[in-house]
């Protein structure tokens, strides 16, 4: 989730606001999603975040994961300034290359006030800018490019199956408060190729990618400490996507999920239906973070096991946006010999994600 969730945001701005009194839209049921439209962004709702990842694979066999995510923040600090520096809109990036043949990440992050033409979030459609890292979408077909230091990626994602909504109709609820709640869907299944850049050497490749997009303006439930969550791309077609919320004891606050199947029929379930139990830990020798990489994720009764591509999947971001999780590509292993891959998302294991 993500998921996709706040975990490019400064923590400051994660502080769940008192719902109605705030300045921001709340999140209500019945929203009915409209598109091109609401691929764009909706910058009246406190955070939004556009998020694509997936497995890649270049002519050899060897494996890549990568991830992307474009984040944008209204901090309602300076809407009544004329100035045109005023930060009316803050827009954040990471983006995160695996190679299990160097066992880490590569990754990059971008931070910007809207504006300039320099970082920039369409309306319209998904078009989200900062500087010379960009997620846009046209004709069906979206395209990321990231240019680092450390790696680049020019990929384009190419979407055989519609919209995917989460929750009921899109309306993703968080917590046992309805208010807490996002909209919320995704492009499972989408077919990647493009290159990658390692040390300059420009390498083609080809693979499968999950993407999210996500607005709110009130998120999380005042117990919750952070989430897991799992995107997950199914060798036979379907998809699955399910979280948790987690308390500071690493209980569940609350839970949900989406299946669809390769026939296209679509089944939500709901809090009790998912679990996600760990099978095994990884501490990070950099922050002493420990992480459950290896997990059995339930959904409505079905264990599907989850094997990290490799342990190491631990992005830092403490000097920027003040956040520390894991994101990683995992294999998937279901009933009846069912093969899967995907990335799960580990947030708030070292520190709760609110001040």
Do not use: C
Not at 290 to 296: D, F, G, H
Request: hydrophobic share 40%; net charge neutral; aromatic share 12%.
């Amino acid at each position: 989730m993500n998921r996709r969730e706040f975990f490019g945001v400064p923590l400051f701005l994660l502080a769940p606001a008192a719902s109605g009194d705030d300045g921001y839209p709340p999140v209500e049921r019945g929203y009915p999603l409209r598109f091109p439209r609401d691929h764009g962004s909706h910058p009246d709702f406190r955070v939004e975040w556009w998020y694509v990842t997936g497995w890649l694979a270049d002519g050899a066999g060897n494996e890549y994961g990568m991830q992307v995510t474009f984040f944008r923040n209204r901090p309602r600090v300076a809407e009544r300034n004329p100035s045109a520096f005023a930060a009316r809109q803050l827009l954040f990036a990471h983006a995160a290359l695996a190679n299990p043949r160097e066992n880490r990440l590569r990754h990059d992050q971008r931070a910007a006030r809207a504006g300039f033409g320099l970082a920039e979030a369409s309306e319209e459609t998904t078009r989200v800018v900062i500087d010379d890292w960009s997620l846009s979408l046209s004709d069906d077909v979206y395209r990321a490019s990231v240019i680092s230091r450390a790696f680049k990626l020019d990929l384009a994602f190419t979407g055989p199956f519609p919209a995917l909504p989460n929750g009921d109709a899109g309306y993703s609820q968080k917590g046992p408060l309805p208010l807490q709640a996002s909209i919320y869907y995704s492009r499972p299944q989408l077919i990647v190729a493009g290159t990658i850049a390692i040390d300059g050497k420009a390498i083609a490749v080809t693979g499968r990618a999950w993407l999210d997009h996500e607005w709110s303006s009130e998120y999380m439930a005042q117990e919750a400490a952070g989430w897991d969550w799992a995107g997950i791309n199914f060798a036979d077609g379907s998809a699955l996507m399910a979280f948790r919320m987690r308390d500071r004891a690493g209980g569940t606050v609350w839970a949900g999920g989406t299946l669809r199947r390769a026939d296209g029929d679509v089944r939500t379930f709901a809090p009790d239906e998912i679990r996600f139990d760990r099978r095994r830990t990884w501490r990070s020798p950099r922050t002493g973070v420990e992480y459950p990489v290896a997990m059995t994720v339930r959904a409505g009764g079905i264990a599907y096991a989850l094997e990290p591509m490799f342990d190491d999947q631990e992005l830092d971001a403490s000097a920027s946006t003040g956040t520390i999780y894991w994101e990683g590509a995992v294999r998937v292993s279901g009933p009846g010999g069912s093969r899967g891959r995907g990335y799960l998302e580990l947030t708030g294991y070292g520190t709760p994600l609110r001040l």
